[in-house]
């Protein structure tokens, strides 16, 4: 029985059109590195000040698109069909395109963490699933890349996959 749902962002509530050739290029000159992928490890074990930096580049690229989001109607019929379920929101988005897109669309969440709490998807479920005080084996997560299955697999949480 599903207790409490968990929601991906970009690619499975909205569409974020980020120019990610740009941002890693931008991203490369601030740690001074070619191969910075896999990026999420890449940031996660960099010291604080160049973190920092990464996330204020983040932040820009996301922020300069934020007029051109769409939304993807399957993940938001599914956030409108579980309306009376408690409601989380993980993404490695930032906190600032975040706030735009709940206040723009007006969308509710329980708790919302972003890439500022943790950069492991895995993680951010097992904190999101604390916060909506459900077992992990009761929650539905919704997201969109085979990353977000694998995570849900890995903490025990059903899973579905949006296109």
């Known amino acids: 029985m599903i207790r409490a749902v968990i929601f991906d962002l970009d690619g499975t509530l909205i569409q974020l059109p980020i120019n990610y050739q740009k941002m890693y290029a931008t991203f490369s000159k601030i740690m001074e590195k070619e191969q910075i992928r896999p990026l999420l490890e890449t940031v996660a074990n960099l010291d604080k000040n160049t973190r920092k930096q990464i996330f204020k580049a983040w932040d820009r690229a996301e922020l300069e698109v934020s007029e051109k989001i769409t939304l993807n109607q399957e993940g938001i019929d599914l956030y409108y069909e579980y ?34 709490n943790s ?45």
């Open 83 to 116: 309306a009376d379920k408690p409601k989380a929101l993980v993404t490695m988005q930032g906190k600032a395109i975040v706030k735009a897109v709940i206040d723009r669309y007006r969308l509710c969440f329980n708790f919302v963490a972003t890439r500022e």
């Open 119 to 163: 950069l492991n998807r895995a993680e951010q479920l097992t904190i999101a699933a604390a916060k909506l005080e459900t077992p992990l084996d009761a929650v539905l997560f919704v997201g969109n890349t085979e990353g977000d299955a694998v995570a849900a697999e890995k903490v025990g949480c059903q899973f579905r996959k949006i296109t």
